[in-house]
């Protein structure tokens, strides 16, 4: 007895004294990358009047961003164990940061799009390499409460973004949402050089070159098929071929690295049906999630004549139960498994969209609040146990190649969310007539939301498969070298 509580005191001891510095220094690098993600949301009408240009054209700002970005993260895992995952971090922060430099600096719409490919590029190694690190190095026990902690970053960024990007629109000018990142990419860029563990690079380790070139494209051509399908239709030819080509590339990929003994992504843990189990519901989440969050603040602003910072101010109580919901989340991860965390957070955020379905121009500031709340507090209790458990269901040693796999998808499934509520929302605006009134706007947005409850309703159920108890063994017994 005495040697159990000994090594719980010592377990405690090394969590709290070791994993937290690394934790602020991944966290930050996270935070810069993903705040940068959401940040131009709001900021878009007033690019289009600042370049003089039109708003299909400064989409391609956010589109390239996302394309680059999915297109970088499947290399993370090798360039991290050629490199070392330390080295890499810190090399894609300051990627990252120079080119947000060049974006405050740009003249005109193309410079712009050019220098956020490149953001893209330097910010879409930070989390896969961020999160296998953290995985890694976390006492088995304590991944549930490490995990999410992490997280953090991942749920006040979105949430954040529209908050800050407003204020400086507002009392400031659009280069400073891209100049605030290098006061922060300074701080994420120290930390991760005094705290990041140091680990030798493997210099044996095989780039499998066809493997490098078919995931990007692939990657990249369906996610820009989901964005065109948004603006365009499903039945524009841009549209249709780009999808076509990535289902194509995308099968070939699959069939090429089942094939190789070094591949780019280890898509044998595919072979785990808890794993598949676990990030189809994590899909399904995510899809939900990011498609009602983009809704948010379109609402406000649209139909409650809102502006972007007092928007923005509406979904703090969001970010106050999103903080609660993900450290809650990770204790009860560690102590009882994915099962009841997931129930729970699926349950809540399911009941916050069924209630958004119901909202006008003018429901009470109250119930909104109310309801982003609890949206809140079903994406802090899912979002990162969810992905724990599906990095649980891998061997150890293979987490750092398939941190890229979850990362990757779930860039693409957030593009889906966003783009298939946004695609329903546009469609249901345009049945309305020309001098439509606020309320009949309202009901436009309340009737999307039934799209984002549907998936979320999905992922309950299948949620209720899980098992009652995570079994750390399973996945230690698995892995090759165990046998």
């Not at 922060?93 to 712009?112: D, G, K, M, N, Y």
């Amino acid at each position: 007895m005495q040697s159990t509580n000994n090594s719980g005191s010592t377990q405690a001891a090394f969590s709290l004294k070791q994993i937290l510095p690394v934790l602020l220094a991944v966290a930050s690098g996270m935070f810069l990358v993903i705040l940068d993600s959401t940040i131009m949301n709001v900021a878009v009408p007033k690019l289009v009047s600042a370049f003089h240009t039109n708003l299909s054209t400064i989409q391609w700002v956010i589109t390239a961003y996302t394309l680059s970005l999915s297109a970088v993260i499947p290399l993370a895992g090798w360039f991290s164990d050629r490199f070392s995952p330390k080295r890499m971090f810190m090399t894609s922060i300051v990627l990252f940061v120079v080119a947000s430099v060049l974006c405050a600096l740009a003249q005109t719409p193309e410079q712009l799009i050019l220098f956020r490919i490149i953001q893209g590029l330097g910010g879409g190694m930070v989390a896969p390499i961020g999160i296998a690190t953290t995985f890694s190095i976390s006492p088995p026990d304590k991944r549930g409460s490490v995990m999410g902690i992490l997280g953090i970053p991942m749920l006040l960024a979105p949430i954040l973004g529209p908050i800050l990007s407003g204020w400086l629109i507002e009392y400031m000018n659009w280069h400073w949402i891209f100049l605030i990142n290098v006061p922060v990419g300074l701080i994420a860029l120290l930390m991760a050089w005094r705290y990041l563990p140091t680990a030798k690079p493997r210099h044996n380790s095989k780039l499998d070159v066809v493997g490098a070139l078919l995931a990007p494209v692939s990657f990249a051509s369906l996610v820009f098929a989901v964005h065109q399908g948004g603006e365009k239709g499903w039945s524009d030819i841009w549209t249709l071929v780009s999808f076509v080509c990535g289902i194509l590339l995308l099968a070939i990929f699959i069939w090429h690295e089942l094939r190789q003994k070094y591949p780019l992504l280890e898509l044998r843990v595919f072979r785990s049906p808890a794993f598949v189990h676990g990030i189809i519901v994590a899909w399904l989440n995510q899809i939900a999630l990011f498609g009602s969050i983009l809704l948010f603040p379109l609402f406000l602003q649209q139909a409650k004549g809102l502006s972007p910072l007092e928007a923005g101010l509406y979904v703090i109580p969001q970010a106050i139960l999103s903080t609660i919901g993900i450290n809650v989340g990770g204790k009860l991860f560690d102590r009882f498994g994915v099962r009841p965390v997931a129930l729970i957070g699926i349950l809540s955020l399911s009941g916050s969209l069924l209630a958004l379905t119901q909202i006008t121009a003018h429901t009470s500031p109250l119930y909104i609040m109310c309801s982003f709340a609890f949206a809140g507090l079903g994406q802090g209790l899912t979002l990162m146990q969810i992905n724990t458990h599906v990095l649980k269901s891998a061997p150890k040693e293979l987490v750092s190649r398939v941190t890229p796999i979850t990362t990757s998808a779930q860039q693409i499934m957030s593009s889906f969310g966003v783009t298939i509520t946004m695609a329903f929302l546009s469609g249901q605006i345009r049945k309305l007539p020309v001098d439509h009134t606020l309320d009949q706007l309202g009901h436009a947005f309340g009737s999307t939301f039934w799209i984002t409850f549907g998936f979320a309703v999905a992922a309950l159920v299948l949620s209720l498969f899980f098992a009652k108890r995570t079994d750390t063994t399973t996945a230690r017994s698995q892995s090759p070298q165990s046998k």
